[in-house]
Each structure stands twice: as C-alpha cells, then as structure tokens.
C-alpha cells in the first residue's frame, strides 16, 4: 500500500515538474524575438506546403492563399529559382499548415507560434530524457536532476524558444536515442517503427541525422560480438528497419520525391562541404570559419556550461574514458568490450559524444556561431553529469556528507534558475565566470540578433521625446534588420526607416557589434565622431547592442 502511494505521489510529482515548464513557456515564449534565420523557415514552410497541396491537388482554396502570401516573403525567389532546396522543412511545413488553419488560437504572430512549438518539442525531449537517465541509473532523484540540467542550462533554455535547427535536432536525438536503447533490449516491431519515424524525422532536420543511425548499426555490430544481439533471430527486423526507415525519411522530405538517391546525395555532398566565407571573433582575433583552431568547440562548451556541472562533466567523462581503456586492454583476457549493459550504455553515449568532435577537428569543418552546430551532443554533457553525481552520492554514507552534497548540488540548480530570470529574455549570452568580464572583446555575442527588437523600440522611444515620427537608421554591423520588423508591430515599422549601411547622415545608427571581417578594415561599420552613444542594451557585464544619435 505504502508503494502504491509513494508511486503514485511521484507520478503526480513528475507531471507538474513537466507541466511547470510548459506553464512557464506559456508566460514567456513571446518575450524571444526574431533570429537570423526566421524568415527563411518562415518561407520554406509555405513553399513546400504549396508544392505538397499543388502535387496532390488539395484544397484550392487555400493553395490559393498561400501562393499569394509567399510572394512578398523573404527567399521566395531563392526557392523558386532552385537555391536554397536543401533544407528539410518537415517542421517549418507542419507550422506554416498550423498557421493557416488554426489561427484562431490566437497565439500571435507566426514566429511566436513557431517558437512556442519548439519549446514544446524540447520539453517532451526533456521527458524521454528522464527515462534514458532512470533506464540507466535507476533512480528517480538521479534521473529528475538530469531533467532540471537539461533545462535549464541558460543558452540551452533561450535557444530552445526560436532555434528551430539545432535544438530541435537535439529534442529528436534524445527521442532516437531512447529507442536505440529500447531496441538494445528489445529488438521489438514497435521499437523498429517508432525509431524509424523519429530517425527519419532527425534525418530531414539536419543531415547529421544519418551519424545517429551509423551510431545505432555500429552498436548493433558490437552487441553481435558480444553475444548480446543474434542476427540470425532478428534479420528479418533488420532488414525492415533498413527499408521503413529510408522510406519515412523520403516520405517527410518533398525534395527528394522526384529522384530520392540523386536528390540525398546533391544534399549531403551540398552539407558535407558547407561554404560560408565569413569571419568570425574568437579569442580576439577574426579568423575565417573554413579554418577555426581545433580547440573552437572545447572551447564554446568550456565557457558557457555553468561551472559546477562543467567540474561534474568532466569527472564522468574520464571515468567512462578510462574504463573503455582498461576493457580494451583486457580484451584478450576477457573478450569482452563491455561488462554489463550498463557499460554498455555508458559507451554508447561516450562514442555518441567524442566522434563528431573528432570528426570536426579531423575534418576542418566550417563552424561559426558558437558551438550550435553541436548542441545535439549536449544531453551527452548531462549524461556524464549524471554519471558523476552517482559517484558523489554513493562516496557520502554519512548523512551530514550527502546533506552537504545535497546543498551544493541545490545551490548549482538555483543559480541556473537565477542566470535565466536575470539575463531573461537573452540567456543565449551567457558566459561563464571564466570569460564573462570580457565576454564582448573575446567573442560574439548576439549573432542571432535577439536584442535588435528591443534597441529599435528603444529608438522609438527616444523620438518620442525629440517628436519625430519618422527616422532614419542606420546598420553599423552585421545583422538584417529589416528581418526585426517582422516581430514588430505596424505601427512601430512605420515610425522607421532602415537604410542599411550606408552613410547617409541618418538620425541613429545601431551596431551589436558582430561583423563579417574584421571591422578596422571596413569603412560601412566606421561610427563618425558626431554620434552620442544613447543605449546601451546589456546583461551583466556583456554587452548585446548599442545605439548612437547624431548630434
């Protein structure tokens, strides 16, 4: 009976944990503003919606409307010319369909719904998470600490709003991963067909879907040598998988329906050779993202993963590290790469977490904007988070040791919680202590352009003041602007007039100081000496953006 309660008491528990977070959300998702990359989601969802209802002759009525709105929409011309294809747009699709047909829910604009879905998503991810953890450790307050990790580590948390690229990647990761593991102990038509429709999924969000199920095949492979899986008994499973799942992923992608091989294989050599010229402030210095130092992803992680779980990071990494050497070495004696699946699971995260980095080095791949390209290996961080924590816990019997403990690990979580109410609605700028007092000399900082929205309104403000109804802005940086006025309402778009960055005189220049090139080499950013610096948008010691005014 006492069981019964204490389940159910924690069942309940769980659910307004859960719940919580999607509350929150609720209150907050339309505080983020506009990234970089909105637009282009915006427009890929409408054009491949057009081109699904134009195939299969749906619905006129609204294939009318929407051929309308997309005209006047940014990249459309890049679409309909054959630029800009690539790119999976299952998500952006789905959205763009909701939008249309369910407006009435009032959500507000269309990049606020869109921002809202994916924070729904990352919360669910955060779900199956819990269970990956519990499935491992079999501990609820072990798997609910690697829940409150995962969602509230601050750039995590801000990016999870809007990101609709590598966050959401990362959500369906953690979703593929929890049924790799189910298939390990299971290898079940239901585990089959639900990892086949997550993987497919992952797949068209990002290309780098296809490193997850090489992941999967390998394990598979090992598990064979190790006696753990027989494929004689499941060749048949198998062989299913390897069919649904190829099918789902050409099934949600509509570029590749008219020739699926040739179309994947344009994709992934387009991907795999990723060309963006620009430069990129790391340390100090630009340097060009085609030859970023091998230490550029180390070192992003290093600096904005809050310390105490940096410190807990690292412990469990190297235990599991060490303990694949020691099986390797005895692999002659003991033919046995791992020792229980527990070992076996530790493995398949740390593999999960080292290769793309060593891929990347080895590669030289292009990287820019912090360590985003990457965020899908963050549940891995928390894994071995989590490892560690278990060692912590079992080290102190004493009750005054593990109360101790306890402390340190509550203090650790209500200083997430109050980096995120503190640089609320900008925790994608948080840096650690090790770097945050000169965060803004070192490296990027709002690349996204979350700050602009608010600086603009902030230029409104002032004109009040002077009563001007109109003015002119200028871009002494690298950011569209007139992708902000997209979250902007009309009336405010009418107060402004974006000119780019041309010197033209204008009544206000904004910068948030991200450029392309160094900007000692590049006159267009040059602010004259006859602008006053009015505004300064920041959180703590790092600066987003500033405005100036003419005098």
């Known amino acids: 009976m006492y069981k019964k309660l204490n389940n159910l008491i924690i069942k309940y528990f769980l659910f307004i944990f859960f719940i919580s977070f999607v509350v929150v959300g609720y209150f907050i998702f339309k505080d983020y503003s506009i990234y970089i990359d909105d637009p282009f989601h915006r427009t890929a969802g409408y054009f491949w919606l057009i081109y699904i209802l134009d195939t299969f002759s749906l619905n006129f009525e609204i294939l009318q409307n929407l051929k309308s709105q997309i005209k006047d929409m940014e990249y459309y011309y890049d679409l309909v010319d054959g630029r800009l294809l690539y790119y999976g747009a299952i998500f952006d699709t789905f959205i763009a369909f909701f939008n249309n047909n369910f407006d009435y829910l009032n959500l507000g604009n269309p990049f606020h719904v869109k921002h809202f879905a994916n924070y729904i998503i990352f919360i669910i991810s955060g779900y199956f998470f819990y269970n990956v953890i519990l499935d491992r450790f079999k501990n609820k307050n072990l798997a609910l600490l690697s829940s409150f990790i995962y969602f509230t580590s601050p750039r995590i948390?801000?990016?999870?709003?809007?990101?609709?690229?590598?966050i959401l990647f990362m959500s369906l990761t953690v979703m593929v991963i929890y049924y790799m593991i189910k298939l390990f102990q299971n290898f079940s038509f239901k585990n089959i067909l639900l990892l086949s429709l997550l993987l497919a999924i992952a797949i068209q969000v990002r290309i780098l879907g296809i490193y997850l199920l090489v992941l999967f095949l390998s394990f598979l492979f090992f598990s064979y040598l190790e006696k753990d899986f027989k494929i004689s008994d499941n060749l048949f499973k198998l062989v299913l998988f390897l069919i649904i799942c190829p099918f789902l992923t050409?099934?949600?992608?509509?570029f590749l329906w008219s020739d699926p091989i040739l179309n994947f294989i344009q994709i992934f050599i387009t991907f795999s050779k990723y060309h963006w010229a620009g430069e990129v402030l790391y340390l100090g210095s630009y340097v060009s993202?085609?030859?970023?130092?091998?230490?550029?992803?180390?070192?992003?992680?290093?600096?904005?993963?809050?310390?105490?779980?940096?410190?807990?990071?690292?412990?469990?990494?190297?235990?599991?590290?060490?303990?694949?050497?020691?099986?390797?070495?005895?692999?002659?004696?003991?033919?046995k790469f791992w020792n229980s699946q527990e070992e076996k699971k530790d493995f398949f995260f740390l593999f999960f977490l080292i290769t793309p980095i060593f891929m990347i080095i080895l590669l030289n791949s292009t990287l820019y904007g912090g360590w985003r390209h990457l965020y899908f290996i963050y549940p891995g961080l928390v894994y071995f988070m989590i490892f560690s924590a278990e060692i912590i816990f079992k080290m102190f019997k004493n009750k005054i040791y593990k109360t101790f403990v306890f402390t340190i690990f509550m203090v650790a979580l209500i200083t997430n919680i109050v980096n995120l109410i503190k640089l609320h609605p900008y925790q994608n700028i948080y840096f650690n202590f090790l770097v945050e007092k000169r965060a803004n000399e070192l490296f990027e900082i709002d690349y996204w352009?979350?700050?602009?929205?608010?600086?603009?309104?902030?230029?409104?403000?002032?004109a009040d003041k002077n009563k001007l109804k109109k003015v002119q802005v200028r871009t002494a940086s690298f950011t569209?602007?007139?992708?902000?006025?997209?979250?902007?309402?009309?009336?405010?778009?009418?107060?402004?007039?974006?000119?780019?960055?041309?010197?033209?005189?204008?009544?206000?220049?904004?910068?948030?100081?991200?450029?392309?090139?160094?900007?000692?080499?590049?006159?267009?950013?040059?602010i004259p000496d006859n602008y006053k610096k009015i505004f300064v948008l920041r959180r703590g010691n790092v600066v987003i953006n500033e405005i100036y005014k003419k005098n």
Request: glycine share 4%; hydrophobic share 40%.
């Open 157 to 166: 948390f801000a990016e999870s709003f809007y990101n609709s690229k590598d």
């Open 250 to 254: 050409v099934l949600f992608w509509p």
């Open 289 to 335: 993202g085609q030859s970023l130092p091998w230490h550029y992803i180390p070192m992003w992680v290093l600096i904005t993963t809050p310390p105490l779980f940096l410190i807990l990071f690292l412990h469990g990494f190297f235990k599991v590290l060490h303990k694949l050497g020691a099986n390797i070495l005895n692999l002659e004696s003991t033919n």
């Open 449 to 462: 352009g979350l700050g602009n929205a608010e600086s603009l309104r902030q230029i409104i403000f002032d």
């Open 480 to 526: 569209p602007l007139n992708y902000t006025k997209l979250i902007m309402s009309e009336s405010e778009n009418e107060r402004l007039i974006l000119t780019g960055t041309k010197h033209l005189n204008q009544d206000y220049i904004f910068t948030n100081r991200v450029y392309e090139r160094n900007p000692k080499f590049l006159k267009k950013y040059k």
